[in-house]
């Protein structure tokens, strides 16, 4: 390899690493109001620990802090959640929710050491408009499911037609849309609709009969 080729790296994993005053009290505060959960902690007492958001591991460890020129972001699967969950835990936040022209909805926040953290979901309406003619498609839906897709479209802020596209046009090329934050949603709302068959039931489904009258 010359000086000037670029070598081929291949790396699944990051793990950025903080400088916290206290490492117990930062470890309670990502845990607690932040979401995170905790990976190790190393030491007695503690001056190093792992938490987790996701599969991503971040690491908390002794020092003096450098919040002045250092920030992290966060790509996950619904940050309206986190926010939720994260401003009912009286963290500060440094900038609300809202869509952004790079293509993701996000926040930021502040934590005990004066870090910026940001957290935000992609955003799939940035881009060109398509111009598109919609037809009818007579179509009947098994009840129970035709409730989960009016409840999942109105979780995604989409019309139930725009849900059923997007689902198709995934399937279509071999993938599914859904984050695990929407898998998460949709195996509660088959709870809550009853549906107990699986994604092979409709080549079994057959119109229940009508009462005689």
Same mark, same amino acid.
């Given at each position: 390899m010359t000086a000037s080729t670029h070598p081929e790296v291949d790396c699944e994993q990051q793990h950025p690493a903080l400088a916290v005053r206290d490492v117990p009290a930062a470890v309670e505060?990502? @845990? @607690?109001?932040?979401?995170?959960? #905790?990976?190790? @902690?190393?030491?007695?007492?503690?001056?190093? =620990?792992?938490?987790? $958001?996701?599969? !991503?591991?971040m690491f908390l460890e002794q020092g003096t802090p450098g919040a002045g020129?250092? %920030? $992290?972001?966060?790509?996950?699967?619904? /940050?309206? +959640? #986190?926010? &939720?969950?994260?401003?009912?835990?009286?963290? &500060?936040?440094? +900038? /609300?929710?809202?869509?952004?022209?790079?293509? #993701?909805?996000?926040?930021?926040?502040?934590? $005990?050491?004066?870090y910026v953290l940001g957290f935000g979901h992609h955003l799939y309406n940035?881009?060109?408009? $398509?111009?598109? &003619?919609? !037809? +009818? !498609?007579?179509?009947?839906? &098994?009840?129970? #499911? /035709? =409730?989960?897709l009016h409840d999942l479209a109105e979780y995604k802020r989409m019309s139930l037609g725009s849900c059923l596209e997007e689902t198709l046009l995934h399937t279509l090329d071999g993938v599914g849309p859904h984050t695990a934050s929407d898998l998460r949603r949709i195996a509660r709302l088959k709870e809550t609709h009853g549906i107990d068959y699986d994604s092979h039931a %409709?080549?079994?489904?057959? +119109?229940?009969?009508e009462p005689d009258g």
């Amino acid at each position: 390899m010359t000086a000037s080729t670029h070598p081929e790296v291949d790396c699944e994993q990051q793990h950025p690493a903080l400088a916290v005053r206290d490492v117990p009290a930062a470890v309670e505060f990502y @845990t @607690t109001r932040l979401g995170f959960r #905790l990976g190790f @902690t190393w030491g007695d007492p503690p001056t190093m =620990a792992g938490v987790n $958001l996701g599969r !991503v591991q971040m690491f908390l460890e002794q020092g003096t802090p450098g919040a002045g020129g250092c %920030s $992290l972001y966060f790509v996950v699967g619904n /940050a309206d +959640e #986190l926010y &939720e969950f994260q401003r009912a835990k009286g963290v &500060e936040v440094v +900038e /609300a929710p809202g869509d952004r022209h790079y293509g #993701l909805r996000d926040y930021r926040v502040r934590d $005990l050491d004066g870090y910026v953290l940001g957290f935000g979901h992609h955003l799939y309406n940035v881009g060109p408009r $398509l111009e598109i &003619e919609r !037809v +009818e !498609v007579p179509v009947r839906i &098994e009840k129970r #499911l /035709a =409730a989960l897709l009016h409840d999942l479209a109105e979780y995604k802020r989409m019309s139930l037609g725009s849900c059923l596209e997007e689902t198709l046009l995934h399937t279509l090329d071999g993938v599914g849309p859904h984050t695990a934050s929407d898998l998460r949603r949709i195996a509660r709302l088959k709870e809550t609709h009853g549906i107990d068959y699986d994604s092979h039931a %409709s080549y079994r489904f057959v +119109e229940r009969s009508e009462p005689d009258g």
